[in-house]
């Protein structure tokens, strides 16, 4: 899958996960702190479509330390080479 393609579907998820956001202000860079309602639910919910979306399973050490959608994007393209 190309990096663009990854790119566009974690940002979908991310839409989807803060209905609130801005679509066209939505960096891959935005970390966690500047999402209003990133709190462990949210991570969560996160952490599931991503893993559904790339048929993907993600270990807990993996997680623990993701704070932006670059973060996602990094580590999808690290599981699917």
Known sequence: ME????????????LTVFPDEDSSVLTMNK??????NWD??????L???IEKQFD????????????????FLNLVNKKKK
């Open 31 to 36: 970390q966690q702190s500047e999402f209003e």
């Open 3 to 14: 990096i663009s393609l990854i790119e566009q579907k974690i940002k979908e998820i991310f």
């Open 40 to 45: 462990s639910f949210a991570h969560l919910r």
């Open 47 to 49: 952490v599931s479509e």
């Open 56 to 71: 993907l399973r993600l270990d807990i050490d993996e997680v623990m330390n993701i704070n932006s959608p670059n973060d």
